[in-house]
């Protein structure tokens, strides 16, 4: 049973393995030739391309501020804040008598 177990796993193992064993076209090797129907695909796949980005209409630039603000206001001078009245001194001697 545990042979069979591992055996199992052996082969899950391997599907991966062979997948990745492909060929794949390495740096500097030459581009394969293409048919002429596959040329003939790419040339219509790049007309249609295009045929589809001439259906787009044409976006107008968005201002996600723009309800919060106007464009023909101009920006307010920021005004000057009031003067703060100063603390009246108080005598540490009459607080002192005053809590008695």
Excluded: C, F, H
């Amino acid at each position: 049973m545990r042979m069979i177990g591992i055996v199992a796993v052996m082969v899950l193992l391997a599907g991966p393995a062979l997948a990745q064993q492909a060929p794949v076209q390495q740096y500097g090797e030459p581009d394969k030739e293409k048919s002429p129907s596959e040329i003939a695909a790419a040339k219509e796949a790049e007309r249609a391309y295009k045929r589809s980005l001439g259906n787009i209409p044409e976006q107008k630039s968005t201002d996600p501020w723009g309800t919060v603000r106007s464009d023909n206001a101009a920006p307010k001078a920021a005004a000057k804040p009031p003067a703060k009245p100063k603390a009246a001194k108080t005598d540490i001697k009459t607080e002192t008598t005053a809590k008695q």
